[in-house]
């Protein structure tokens, strides 16, 4: 089945500083990945997401990228500030996991810290 | 617009209890699901439904059921709690993608 890694578990940057999240995944039918924000209490945050059809996507100060040959794709956040400081997961979506669409495959989790 | 409410967020259970773990959506969502996220992992889906009536298993279904009676609520049941199912249980909604884009806050459960 799918396995999705992530890396670094851990990841401390300066304000200001960029922020590189890398995931890689094991099922090349897998077609969708997202990303999700948890701040400390709180439930998963949907941030982002990408296609398998598209490279690169943007929303102001986060990207994703996907390299498909290679079966990996990265989070970008530049310009980081104190409230990004969260845990970040990625997910891949494996088309054929027991038969049935709709379920993701999750990372274990970066825990960022933004330092003022 | 409350989105994904998760009822209670914090339990204590004695090994062999049941209890019910509630989920409520007003977004008139299709796909609901629930996960579970233990120290140092993502999550892993234990059931999701498509649709009122319709439910399904995930990755770790063992030990719980689910039903779906109408669109809003997708409870989950524990039938005799172990202390392997000590964890923070997630529900989630989406509407047209059946993947999870709204999640509730969770409840975080202890089994002694």
């Known amino acids: 089945g799918e396995n999705v890694e992530q890396h670094p578990s851990t990841l401390s940057v300066q304000e200001g500083d960029s922020a590189v999240i890398k995931c890689t995944y094991s099922d090349s039918a897998s077609n969708y990945f997202p990303w999700y924000k948890q701040e400390l209490g709180k439930g998963p945050q949907l941030i982002i997401d990408?296609?398998?059809?598209?490279g690169e996507k943007k929303d102001q100060r986060i990207a994703v990228t996907l390299n498909k040959t290679a079966k990996h794709f990265s989070l970008h956040i530049t310009e980081t500030q104190p409230e990004d400081s969260a845990v970040y997961f990625c997910a891949a979506n494996p088309m054929n996991y027991g038969g049935s669409q709709g379920n993701l495959i999750f990372g274990k989790g970066t825990k960022l810290s933004v330092k003022p | 617009n409350a989105g994904v409410t998760q009822t209670p967020k914090f339990q204590v259970l004695k090994t062999g209890q049941s209890m019910t773990l509630q989920c409520a959506q007003d977004m008139n969502h299709e796909y609901m699901s629930w996960y579970r996220q233990d120290p140092g992992m993502g999550l892993r889906l234990i059931h999701y439904s498509v649709g009122a009536g319709i439910t399904d298993q995930g990755e770790v279904p063992n030990g719980y059921n689910v039903s779906r009676s109408t669109t809003e609520d997708f409870p989950l049941r524990l039938l005799s709690a172990a202390p392997s199912q000590t964890s923070v249980y997630f529900c989630?909604?989406?509407?047209?993608?059946?993947?999870?884009?709204?999640f509730g806050d969770g409840t975080r459960l202890s089994i002694l």
């Open positions: 990408i296609r398998s059809n598209v």
């Open positions: 989630a909604s989406s509407d047209s993608e059946r993947l999870p884009q709204h």
